[in-house]
């Protein structure tokens, strides 16, 4: 039995071996020593879960900014700490008012979600409500972010209580111009020479500022953050969505809250890995902390992880944000593939394959048409990294990460490099 045991240990090892060196044939040839891929810094880690062994390494022990391949550790947080359901709001109510303390939920009052649990409450309620002010050591933005970008759509402020996502959305038609919510100042100007419309955020207020050729007659919706404030300013926002007085707790002494329950996790999850949403991503941080602690701190929910159920991490990254908007964010393809392996142990291959786009949907609608891979992509100047699962014409489940940093290609030349070298492996094995 110990002879047959032997053998068939050798028999895997030899395939194995087979396997890398094929790999590593095609990455030489057709990847790493090629355009547009020669001069960059790449890393790349193949793992096999069913038999424990990696297929190919190649400088996967190095450290890469990683993008937003950094959503796949927010991924895991959320998945471990939030349950079946996001937490909607902390509340508490007596015979005549009712207190209520934001968790970090970017649902409330986004238009991805007709669900709105916490809204109900306070619209039904006939009680005097009061805004409990929530811990939040987070700052608006994160480590690293780049300050000029506080008008992009992919940057909204981080906030207790979101509302709108934290955006306001310019819409134009014709010669007609509006926003939703319409809490602000819009100035809608006409320029023939521009070719769409333009849209831009006064860079300490809330003025917004929209463009638009009047020959140009397609509609068009444009989603700019806006300047959220501290809690007078939240509750001036809350005030004017519900059409109610709204006060402001000072000390709520042992009350005892209850935790209210807002949308399905998953629903949060799937588009924060098929259109990579940064604002989704951050607030699942801020959401695991305020239920962990009551208390939001994406700094300290990084530190409880790393020195919990990521300490056996291969490599300790450097991880400072939800959405990898920083490149202060380090971590190696092997640190992608250990956690990734641990999701795809924890949780049904079913529920994973839903939340990570595969080929034709999501970030990869342009990649991957055989849908063999279910994986997260990561674009930042001179950054490509797409890291997940990758099932193989044998039906072989491999955990794979692809990182690329200081390339000086297109974005589209790197990812079509990075799609043939894996193509490859889907075919023959």
Known sequence: MRFLLLLSAIGLSLQVSAQTAAISKWANHSLLHEKPLEQAHVGISIYEPATQKYWYQYQDDKFFTPASNT??????????????????????????????????????????????????????????????????????????????????????????????????????????????????????????????????????????????????????????????????????????????????????????????????????????????????????????????WDTISSKKMINWLLEGDLKALPHPPQWVDGSGLSRYNLFTPRDFVSVLTMLYQQYPQERLWEIFPTGGKGTLRNYYQQQFVHAKTGTLSGVVALSGYLVTKKNKTLVFSVLVNNHQDTTTNVRRAVERFLTMVWKDY
């Not at 709105?116 to 608006?140: D, E, F, H, M, W």
């Not at 992919?154 to 996502?165: A, D, I, R, S, V």
């Open 71 to 292: 959503k796949i550790f927010s991924l895991f947080t959320g998945m471990k700490l939030l349950g079946d359901s996001l937490p909607a709001a902390r509340y508490y109510e007596n015979d005549t008012a009712i207190f209520v303390k934001g968790v970090a939920d970017p649902s409330f009052l986004h238009p991805d979600y007709t669900f709105q649990p916490l809204l109900q409450l306070l619209q039904q309620t006939g009680k005097s409500i009061y805004l409990v002010p929530a811990v939040n050591l987070n700052k608006r933005y994160g480590p690293g972010w780049s300050w000029s970008d506080y008008a992009d759509d992919y940057q909204p402020e981080l906030t207790e209580w979101p509302m709108y996502g934290n955006v306001i959305r310019l819409y134009h038609h014709g010669d007609t111009s509006h926003m939703i919510p319409a809490l602000y100042d819009l100035e809608a100007t006409a320029d023939r020479t521009i070719s769409k419309v333009s849209t831009d955020r006064d860079e300490r207020n809330n003025l917004f500022f929209l463009k638009y050729n009047p020959d140009y007659k397609e509609a068009s919706l444009t989603e700019v953050p806006f300047i959220t404030g501290a809690e007078q300013q939240l509750r001036e926002r809350l005030q004017d969505t519900l059409h109610k007085r709204i006060g402001l707790a000072v000390n709520t002494g042992n009350l005892v809250f209850k935790l209210l329950k807002s949308i399905p996790a998953d629903s949060l999850f799937r588009p924060m890995m098929h259109r990579s949403d940064n604002f989704f991503a951050e607030q699942t941080l801020m959401m695991a902390s305020a239920a962990m």
